[in-house]
């Protein structure tokens, strides 16, 4: 429903001329201002065009006469006619007839008060005398017939006006009444939503509010299935916090694997293209899938050799120091530190994102009264408190990883001989002896012609296996590699697995020992479920008076400024409503 207007539209020259220092593109400005002003179906356009300057080079009649539409809303009105040159008086007679440029309420002339009348303070009435005078004693105008005379002077234009006017409003006054009907039901409704909370125990409203939240935290901490949210696929609130720390975790598992050392079990003479070393390598870790992925300690047996020896001092000959071992542990162990630090800076962000949208649908009615701003300083604070007590002890984890150490015998043991197994077998084939370490591989004694046609030689073998089954040994064909003549790299070999052996058992304790450490002291620490002072008791020490919790509650500013805003509109709606009714029954 558009309101009902009048807009007038004036000479071409008023609006397609700028002045000395003016912006030119103040004229489209005009021009578009007045097009979405005289579009508007309930907007009756009064064309005023001056009678001095030929009606051809008036763009306001340009703008409107060109759309039939706007010609049924248009009424045209001549002026400054006291201002016709001699003899031009008939084009200006033809459109007052209806003849030319022919418009629904047809064309109106008038004359308005001059600059001198002006200067001389005429009156708006004593101007209308003499308008009427002018049409009356003065040709062409005073010549013409009672119908077109009904159309000159500023009283016969306001007259008509107040008819269409009047025509209007009496069409469009149900279409209004039943707007400013609907417009106000929504006002009320709206008020209705916005009506101020009756609060009898404002500290019982409050302290509600803190342990629904703390509850609500609680259990996203403890872990709920994850929800989806297409907007926002990382949206941690709806993933689920506990799922996304640990897609966290065993990203820093992957990582904390790739500082496995990569040694080559031959040596740097050895000639061994890098198709063969990529082979030799998956052969050595065959079910440990992350090794040989990074570069820590990719060195040669002959390099570890070199090394043992120089490392040295008052050992007994065969035998090599500790610190040998050590210090190849602590290659890949140093790298730790920093894996294990920016594992918990990811899981920081990631808790501290979750807690804030959290806190922000809790308490997104309470941000005007302080509350909102009080909850997310004390959970910003028993945050960093929890951060600061974890970096601590994931520094301790790291440190006591600096220091090779384990009572897991069992998998220790287990695994460096399954290493030197593979490390050996790796060298014996580069040392030619390929053939045979190969035959022991894949030896089945329950078809020896598969390895080669030397059967005499793997009945022997079969007998040797049997012979130590009857004592109690199980052995199989490709234990016997282990037997082969010994040679100098034997100790670097074994130096090599019982490091690689450590950092297995080193590597899954400390990739699990740093989540779990996080997860307690950190994560759950935030919530006090480990059994320490949690966020509900830091909460539960705010100022909980009736006075300030009374403060807390306070409406948002917004809120209460739409609500003024409205009951402003509702009254102005109101008294539209009543002048309706009026209207009607008068």
């Given at each position: ?31 578009d ?15 005023v ?6 009606f ?14 706007l ?58 005398s ?72 404002p ?77 030799m ?14 570069k ?25 120091p ?8 602590l ?33 997104k ?81 329950n ?6 046609n ?133």
């Amino acid at each position: 429903m558009y309101p009902i207007s009048i807009f007038m539209i004036f000479p071409v020259r008023i609006i397609a001329n700028v002045g000395d220092g003016g912006n030119e593109a103040d004229i489209r400005l005009v021009e578009d201002l007045a097009k979405s002003y005289i579009k508007k179906p309930n907007c009756i356009v009064l064309l005023v065009i001056s009678c001095e300057t030929d009606f051809e080079n008036q763009g306001a009649g340009r703008l409107v006469l060109k759309d039939p539409a706007l010609r049924q809303r248009t009424i045209g009105v001549l002026t400054k006619v006291d201002r016709i040159e001699f003899g031009g008086s008939s084009k200006w007679l033809r459109m007052l007839r209806g003849e030319d440029q022919p418009l629904m309420h047809g064309w109106y002339c008038v004359k308005q008060r001059d600059l001198v009348q002006l200067q001389e303070g005429v009156t708006w009435e004593e101007a209308k005398s003499y308008e009427t005078e002018y049409f009356q004693t003065t040709a062409p105008w005073a010549d013409l017939g009672p119908s077109q005379r009904s159309r000159l002077g500023s009283q016969k234009l306001a007259d008509r006006l107040g008819s269409i006017l009047s025509n209007l409003v009496s069409q469009e006054l149900p279409g209004i009444r039943k707007t400013v009907t609907a417009e106000l039901n929504k006002v009320d409704q709206r008020l209705k939503d916005l009506a101020p909370p009756k609060i009898s125990d404002p500290r019982r409203v409050v302290i509600t509010l803190l342990r629904d939240f703390t509850k609500n935290l609680s259990k996203h901490i403890e872990g709920i299935p994850p929800m989806v949210n297409p907007a926002d696929p990382t949206d941690t609130t709806s993933t689920g916090l506990l799922h996304s720390l640990n897609e966290e975790y065993e990203r820093f598992r992957v990582k904390l694997h790739k500082t496995a050392p990569q040694f080559r079990p031959w040596t740097t003479t050895a000639n061994v293209d890098s198709q063969k070393e990529q082979t030799m390598l998956d052969s050595a870790k065959q079910d440990d899938d992350a090794v040989g992925l990074g570069k820590t300690n990719s060195l040669h047996a002959d390099e570890i050799m070199d090394l043992a020896k120089r490392s040295r001092t008052r050992e007994l000959p065969g035998n090599y120091p500790f610190s040998v071992k050590e210090r190849l542990i602590l290659e890949s162990v140093q790298q730790w530190s920093a894996l294990a630090q920016e594992c918990f800076t990811e899981v920081k962000d990631i808790v501290v994102k979750h807690i804030i949208r959290i806190v922000e649908e809790h308490f997104k009615g309470y941000s005007n009264g302080g509350l909102k701003e009080a909850v997310s300083k004390l959970t910003s604070e028993q945050i960093i408190k929890c951060a600061q007590a974890t970096t601590k002890k994931i520094e301790g984890l790291f440190q006591s990883e600096c220091s090779p150490y384990t009572q897991n015998d069992e998998f220790f043991i287990a695994y460096k001989t399954k290493m030197l197994t593979r490390y050996k077998i790796i060298h014996q084939e580069l040392e030619g002896k390929s053939t045979l370490v190969t035959g022991l591989k894949g030896y089945d004694p329950n078809n020896s012609y598969s390895v080669n046609n030397n059967h005499s030689q793997w009945t022997y073998l079969n007998q040797a296996i049997a012979y130590l089954q009857n004592f109690g040994m199980t052995v199989k064909a490709e234990d016997f590699i282990a037997l082969l003549p010994q040679h100098d790299m034997n100790p670097a070999l074994d130096i090599m697995a019982e490091v690689r052996a450590y950092f297995q058992v080193a590597y899954k304790r400390f990739g699990d020992n740093v989540p779990k450490q996080i997860d307690a002291d950190f994560v759950r620490g935030i919530d006090g479920s480990d059994g320490s002072d949690g966020l509900d008791v830091a909460l539960m020490s705010m100022d909980l008076s009736t006075e300030k919790c009374m403060e807390y509650l306070q409406e948002p500013a917004s809120v209460i400024r739409e609500r003024t805003t409205l009951a402003g509109k509702k009254q102005r709606l109101e008294a539209a409503q009543l002048k309706l009714e009026r209207y009607y029954r008068g």
